[in-house]
Each structure stands twice: as C-alpha cells, then as structure tokens.
C-alpha cells in the first residue's frame, strides 16, 4: 500500500512515503548540491531513499513501487533523464536502473510538471476536472497536461513544455537557445535578469529586494502592490505576456481549467485578475467561459504530493 | 452496420454512406448556397440525405447512426453550431435536433478538422500514430488532436483552433476579431489577401493567375517551382511562419506525427523539405527526432471519410 516518491530538481530533492490519498506516512527534504558526478549524486540519493524508510519503520520490500520526477527532457519509456538544466553531467543517465537496483522495487519516471500536474488534480486545484493543464511558474515555466481525464505525456513523456512555445517571432533569447520562447518572458530566471538589469535605482523594487544581485519577482509583486510605477509596469508585461500562453492553451485544448503556480499563485488577484479580464478580451467568447483560471492550492506541499503521484501511476490515472 | 456521415461546408456538402472500414456505399456532393435561413438550409439538407439514402436503397431506420461535420464553434453536447463563418445566420442552430427528427437516428456533432484528423488517423496519413495532429490548410487553419490514441475534443468539442494560437503579439490582424493569430499568416484566405496586395505585376504568380483577384496560394506554389523571386520569397514566408505553429504542436504535445492538408500537401517538398529542416532547427533535438511532418493522404476523399468518421464515434476511437 506504501509507495516512494522523489521530486529531484536542481536545487533540492524531496522524498516522501505516501498511499494514494495522499497521506504521508514520511517525508524528507535535502539541498540537491549536485556533485557533477551523477553516480555520486545517484548514491547520495539511494542513501536518503534508505534513510527515510528507516524513520518510516520500512523495508523497500513493502514498497509497491518508487516514482521519480525530475526536471528536463526524459525518455520514460526507458527511464533515462535526457538532460537536466540544472543537474550537471546528468546526460541519458539511466536513473530507474540505478533506483530498481538500489530499491529491488519497480520505478516509474515523471517529468516534474507532469507530477505536480497529477498532484494538483488528484488533491489541489484542478480536482475533478476532465481537461486541466497546470503550469509551473517558477524559474522555468512547464506544463502538465491532463486531457479527457489522462496525463497527456507525449513522445518519450516530453508534452507540456509550454515555456518554450514561440510566442514572438525572433523574439527575446531563451536559455534553452531558442528566441521568443514564453519563458524567455515570464518565466522566474529571465524576469530576475531583467529586473536586475532594468529596475531604476529609487524604485521600490530594489530597496525590498536589498541589492540589485538579490532582485527577484517577488520584490516586483510587493512593490506594485505599493504602488511603484516600475514594479507596476513589470507586472503588466508579465501578465500580457503570460496571457499569450494562456491564449495558446485555450485555443489549442480548450481546457476546463488553468491552474497557475508559484509566481502567479503568490501574486494571487494582481495576476489572476488581468489574466481572467485578458483571456476575456483574447480568445473567443465561446472558449473563454468554458475556461477557469485558479491559483495553485498545494503550496509549500506541492513538492511531495507531487513525488507521491510520480509513484502512482496505474492506468495513467491516480484513482 | 451503415452510418450517414455529413460534412457541412461553408462552399460544398459531401454526404457519404459507408461502413466502419472507410466503404462507401453512396456518395453525394452539392455547393451548400446558404440562404441566410438555417430553417430553408436544414430542409435543403434533409432532402438531400433522403435522396442518397433513396439512391442507396435504403432507409434511414437501416443507418445506425448519422455523423455531422460543422466548421467553427459548436457545443457538442448539446448537438448546436453555436456559429459559423460561412454559413450566414447560423447562430445556436439546433443542427443535432433537427436531424434527428428527419431521421430519426441517433446524431453525432462533430467539428470539421476532427473529423478529418479521424479520417486521416483512420485511413490515411496518421495511421496507427499514437499521438498525431492533423491539420487543415485550406481557407482557415485548423487542428485534429489525436491524443493517447483518442481523438482530444476539449470543452464543448472546440479544442484544435490552432488558427488563432498567438504567434505575434500585436501582429497581423485576423478574421476573427483577434492578431497574430497562425491563421492571418498562413490561412488561405489571409494568404491570397496579402498575394492581391503585394504580387508586382511582372509576377509569374499574377500571370498564372489571369487577374490579381483570381491570385490564389496554388499560384504561388506553381510561380515559386518556375523560380519567381516574388512567388519565392512568399512561399519562405509561408513556411516561416508555419514553423512557429508546428514548433508550438511540438513543445505543448510531443506529437508523434504531424499531418498537414491542402495547401502543404500540394506543395509538397516545396513546403515539408523547408518545414522539416527548420523544425530540427527550431524545437530541441529530443522533441524534433520523435515527430515525422507528413502530407495528408486521402486527398479529393477526405471530405467523404472525414463525415463517415464524424458518423462513427462509438468510445472515441474508430476501431
């Protein structure tokens, strides 16, 4: 009845023990620090893995099965992690391999906005609809698709990088070497680069923020909310630029729900407001009042609801 | 074991009788000539599956069911075209009703480019894909979303309008009220409005044409293989911009295939050399290695199996 989930991203890795309702049984949370060497990292992580199980009164063998979700391109079917952006050296690493050995226990590989997609329908936001995509809005911006009561996965598990749809021809660069990519607008890693390159010495901005080294999206959202007209105009583009995301989603799925994360959760009506107004005004009436946009619910326990989910994975649905 | 399936045409109406397998028993093709009243239309239309049935020897209490094929916005469920830009006064028709009272069968609604995207799937250029994407080239630019092998139809059955995704903010306008959609780049109608504009008068596409208001896409695909700079230069800017639909096909769903109908079909290497190799260019090497750009197959009988699909609709899937 217990399964094992990891959510492995760049900066830290979650574990959590869990059934399918999402009751936690033990969790753990520990800084990636990523070694350069991923059978380093691989044997770090088979430690945590054993470690919580002995907190949690487990053995591996009352595991039914470990799930994995990790950031970047995969090959599911062969439970390779492609290219992790911020995992160095991870390239094709055959990282079920090594948990199936290390565990004795199946394992199923996720990408980490497919998991957190799952998590959000199965226990958040976008509970009990039969077409809802959620998309992270962290430092990348990633989607999860769930169509007609499924997660749509695509070739190899790699659907829903909605970050990088061109959304402006020869547009602005993208870290991922393309130009006009949605990311390259909203998402958290170039926001911060632009705020730091842009934000005027006395804007409000910068004395929350502290340094200009520090400035994040964050500052933006409290400082609009103090009226500065810099964070306010930040704000604005970032809304206009996310709403053509939106619109891409709504005419292309015609999506049931929308649910928005991290940034967008945080900011709350000082988005969601102008995106509902915009997706209004952008897509056709007939599309628009079919669609709900909601912030994220799972908050700061997304990450092992998340995990969890990557380890429930009979007949692509969690129930 | 016979279905009627129609496809109703802002220009033509194709009836087909068929089976399962793509047979047809009976065929019947008429320019549609809306009157302006959906009431005279639907008795036009009525009639018109009576005579083939009639033509067929049968009756309508031999057919199993009866499949309806609509361009523009529908609510699915509820059997309505809630619009359609050709069909002058169809607004919230109750096309499902009325059909059924004609015939007394049950009535499936379907929008049009799903309906080709089945019948493509089905028979044509995206058989046995998994996960493909069909998608009409014609007056408009729509899409077919054939997803974990099911067709994906979205709220109310409006998923796949992949004409009017954002490829430029504040771009070109668009018929539908919105800009920079795909459509006001690459649709047929937009294209020949721009051709009218712009061909110089010495243009191979003009003189192939006869008259600037006869200029048409297929000119341009003829003047370009004869080596017209102008008909050249338009024809990369064609493919350009189709590039950024298919680059959003491939990001958002990881497709295995993707089909591409009329204009890109009777181009061909013309348009699928361009748009494969820039695809490898433009979307992340693990996504492009995964899709194949194919032209449509079913040709001049697409219309026929696209309302025979529309009539077979038993679990989503055609099988």
Redesign the interface.
């Known amino acids: 009845m217990w399964r094992l989930g990891i959510d492995l991203g760049g900066s830290k890795t979650v574990l959590a023990v869990g059934d399918r309702r999402g009751q936690l049984k033990a969790r753990a949370r520990y800084p990636t620090e990523p070694s350069g060497d991923p059978q380093r990292d691989l044997e770090r992580l088979l430690e945590a893995c054993h470690r919580l199980l002995a907190e949690a009164s487990l053995r591996a063998e009352d595991l039914e099965a470990v799930g994995v979700a990790v950031p970047g ?1 995969i090959d599911r079917e062969r439970g390779l992690v ?2 992790a952006p911020n995992l160095p050296g991870w390239e094709r690493v055959a990282l079920c391999d090594a948990l199936v050995s290390g565990l004795g226990r199946p394992v199923h590989l996720e990408n980490d906005a497919d998991a957190a997609a799952l998590a959000e329908w199965c226990f958040g936001a976008a509970r009990g609809a039969r ?1 809802a995509v959620y998309l992270t809005m962290s430092t990348g911006v990633g ?1 999860g ?1 769930i ?2 009561g ?1 997660l ?5 598990g ?5 970050g ?6 020869d547009g602005e660069p993208c870290v ?1 070497g ?1 130009r006009g990519c949605l990311e390259a607008y909203v998402g958290g890693a170039a926001w911060a680069r632009r705020l730091r390159a842009r934000a005027p010495e006395a804007s409000t901005c910068l004395a929350l923020a502290g340094s200009r080294e520090a400035l994040a999206p964050e500052h933006v959202l409290h400082a609009a909310a103090q009226g500065d007209a810099f964070a306010r105009a930040e704000l604005d583009r970032f809304n ?2 996310l709403l ?1 995301g939106l ?3 709504v ?6 729900v929308i649910v928005l994360g991290t940034i967008v959760a945080a900011a709350g009506e000082a988005c969601l407001g102008p995106l509902r107004q915009g997706l209004r005004r ?3 009436p ?2 628009a009042r ?2 709900e946009i909601r912030p994220a619910a799972l908050g700061q326990g997304l990450p092992e609801l998340a995990a969890l989910c990557a380890a429930f994975q009979r007949g ?1 649905s969690v129930d």
């Open positions: 391109p492609l290219g077409d989607a698709l169509l007609d499924r749509h996965r695509g070739a190899r790699n659907a829903g990088e909605l990088h749809v061109p959304i402006e021809r991922c393309q206009a630029y053509q619109a891409t989603l005419f292309s799925l015609a999506p049931q952008r897509v056709w007939v599309l079919e669609v692509d």
